[in-house]
């Protein structure tokens, strides 16, 4: 009898164990069967944040400045054309962070009363900019945007031309800006942007030996077009 008793316990064991071998199988079947995409379902990829443009770029100075002692004195600058790199950075749909980089040079004419100095000097300017951003989204592939920032601007490689020594302080400045994108797929677009610099660093110049001091308001547009890569 205590046989046969035993007999039924091992066989309620082991029915037992069948049942909830089978009920973990079927539960890791459907565990997998709702991690496969079905035929015809579409998988949807969230957006990557990151977007980089290059474009090139003019840079249009406004001709304006001093020299401290010498009244009536004007300074004017040259405009060039120069790559540009950006990096932006999408928080939403609509807000972004744009990182821009690029570099060129300016040479300083003199005019007014010191026109006859002629070319003082030659620096070169790297103007790293950061602006926030807004994105207009409800226009299509047209993704117009504008933004304002700052701007630190340091000065290098700065060659005396008439003056005998030449030194453009680094500084800070607002940065505004308006442009858009025009999305040809997902990933590439063309760039069409307007910046607008308020940049007037201080300047010590030395003349026939004596020691001067001015202010360069350069306060360039930079307009600029070019390829956009949203990754």
Known sequence: MASKQMGVARGVIAAIVLIVVGQQAVAADLAQAASVPQAGASVTKAPSPWQIRLRTL?????????????PGSDLSYSDTVT?????SYFF???????LILGTTYANIDGQGTIGGLGKIGKVWLLPPTLTLQY??????????????????TVF?????????????????????QVGF????????????????LFLEPDFNVTVDGANLTGKAALNPWLVGAGVTYHF
């Open 58 to 70: 003019g840079v249009i100075t406004e001709d304006s400045g001093y020299v401290n002692a010498a």
């Open 83 to 87: 790559p540009e790199l950006d990096i």
């Open 92 to 98: 939403t749909d609509n807000i972004a962070a744009e």
């Open 135 to 152: 994105h207009f989204t409800n226009f299509g592939a047209f993704k117009p945007y504008v933004g304002a920032g700052v701007n630190y």
């Open 156 to 176: 290098y490689n700065q060659d005396a031309g008439s003056a005998d020594a030449l030194d453009v302080k680094d500084t800070f400045g607002a940065a505004l």
């Open 181 to 196: 994108d025009y999305m040809v797929d997902q990933h590439w677009g063309v760039n069409f942007d307007v910046k607008k």
